[in-house]
């Protein structure tokens, strides 16, 4: 059974930086694809990011793309995802996944492991 652990998100103004991380027990993120995704009120549980076992081959959704990272700490059994410039509709719940086969993917029903969710709200 695979744990997810979130970091706490955050109140950012707009234009500000935020990083969350994910740690995870019961097996490593290296054997793991990787996800985060978010949930905005009245919204659908939209995918964000998200990285592959060899953790080089990487996925954004076009909303993000340019702005956030994702990266892992194999030491530390950890995904982060690194966000900049946020804006205002960037405010959400924001969940780490993880998916126990290799290959990308940006359908939650996809993904067999979840976080509790974090809030990041940035203002404008």
């Known amino acids: 059974q695979v744990q997810l652990v979130e970091s706490e998100g955050g109140l950012v103004q707009a234009g500000g930086s935020l990083r969350l991380s994910c740690a995870a027990s019961?097996?490593?993120?290296?054997?793991?694809?990787m996800g985060w995704f978010r949930h905005s009120p009245g919204e659908e549980r939209k995918f964000v990011a998200a990285?592959?076992?060899?953790?080089?081959?990487?996925y954004y959704a076009d909303s993000v793309k340019g702005r956030f990272t994702i990266s892992r700490d194999n030491a530390k059994n950890t995904v982060y995802l690194q966000m900049n410039s946020l804006k205002p509709e960037d405010t959400a719940v924001y969940y780490c996944?993880?998916?126990?086969?290799?290959?990308?993917?940006?359908?939650?029903?996809?993904?067999?492991?979840w976080g509790q969710g974090t809030q990041v709200t940035v203002s404008s």
């Open positions: 990285m592959a076992w060899n953790g080089r081959s990487t």
């Open positions: 019961g097996r490593t993120v290296n054997s793991l694809t």
């Open positions: 996944a993880a998916r126990s086969y290799d290959g990308l993917a940006y359908n939650p029903n996809e993904y067999d492991y």
